[in-house]
């Protein structure tokens, strides 16, 4: 088997990461790299583990995304179903399940495979039954607003108009697309095409961060543009507040696609500052110490590599 190669890619979340702290991208792209296998040192076995370490709000965006999928997929096949029928049959069962790998620690053993919740490693949950309480109404809410408020927008698509994505559960790489000889991963939560037009959704189960999210889903619409040939004015974004009940129904224009071109241009080229000769071919990072630590220490605390910093951090103070 040919061996893996770590390439060059960018991200809307790999950039939210560079910006804030570029250490942990430095963690999460190059740290981690070959962690996985047994031949690794400690610390690229260290920062594999905590690379794929998840947190509550995490899984409880999975879980309502989850669960609002089969209520489509039930509505497809012509039932009826539930809010209370979704979260018995897909949300609870995933995070009763992810919740236990985590506090019996089995992702020891794999932590690909088995989840690692942040607030159990870091131990920062001050009332465990709370925050699972918490973490089950908001997605029980989430699956209420999605059936009295979305489905009735969606319900009538049928599974040969949605477009395929590529997601972590499936074979191969994930959804992406080439610009300017750059990978740029793109993940809709769902897209599907009505003739010329393309309509592209993005459930988002936590707060509502306008701005930051209209740039993510028109970093959508250039992946529907240049992977699916769409006009941009056959293109349609909408964010969907599950918990708020709200939907963020909107179009970018020409102008504004190039605007997102030039923040995908800078990203990438400061990302390139950080790799020797700036050699995006060869995508070999500088040493570990070139890559700054976060200019708001507090900042740290909430971050899964939080355990690699802390000697550095402690050394500052």
């Not at 910006?19 to 690794?40: H, I, Q, T, V």
């Not at 989850?66 to 897909?90: K, P, Y």
């Not at 963020?248 to 071109?261: A, D, H, I, K, N």
Request: charged residues 30%; proline residues 4%.
């Amino acid at each position: 088997m040919a061996e893996l190669r770590n390439v060059f890619s960018w991200s809307f979340s790999a950039a939210e990461d560079f910006e804030a702290c570029r250490r942990r991208r430095y963690w999460s792209k190059y740290g981690m790299w070959g962690g996985w296998d047994r031949r690794a040192t400690p610390e690229q076995k260290a920062a594999y583990r905590l690379n794929k370490m998840d947190n509550r709000w995490g899984l409880m965006g999975q879980a309502a995304e989850n669960a609002i999928m089969w209520v489509l997929r039930e509505c497809q096949q012509g039932r009826s179903a539930t809010a209370e029928q979704a979260w018995d049959a897909v949300a609870r069962p995933f995070l009763t399940r992810k919740w236990a790998e985590s506090l019996e620690e089995r992702w020891r053993t794999d932590p690909k495979r088995f989840c690692c919740i942040r607030e159990h490693y870091y131990k920062t949950l001050a009332n465990e039954n709370e925050a699972k309480r918490q973490v089950a109404g908001q997605v029980r809410n989430c699956i209420e607003n999605f059936i009295a408020k979305v489905l009735p927008r969606i319900g009538s698509v049928q599974p040969g108009q949605e477009l395929p994505i590529a997601t972590a559960d499936t074979p191969g790489d994930v959804e992406h697309f080439l610009y300017e000889g750059v990978k740029i991963y793109a993940i809709p939560d769902y897209a599907y095409r009505i003739g010329d037009r393309i309509h592209i959704h993005d459930w988002k189960a936590g707060k509502v961060k306008a701005v930051q999210h209209r740039l993510q889903l028109s970093l959508y619409a250039l992946w529907a543009l240049l992977k699916h040939g769409a006009r941009p004015e056959n293109i349609f974004l909408y964010v969907e507040y599950l918990n708020e009940g709200q939907v963020m129904p909107f179009q970018v224009s020409v102008e504004e696609l190039g605007e997102t071109r030039a923040i995908i241009g800078e990203s990438v080229g400061e990302m390139t500052e950080y790799l020797v000769d700036f050699d995006r071919e060869r995508n070999a990072p500088l040493p570990k110490e070139e890559w700054d630590l976060a200019l708001d220490p507090a900042s740290c605390a909430q971050c899964n590599f939080y355990e690699l910093c802390k000697p550095e951090l402690e050394a500052q103070t």
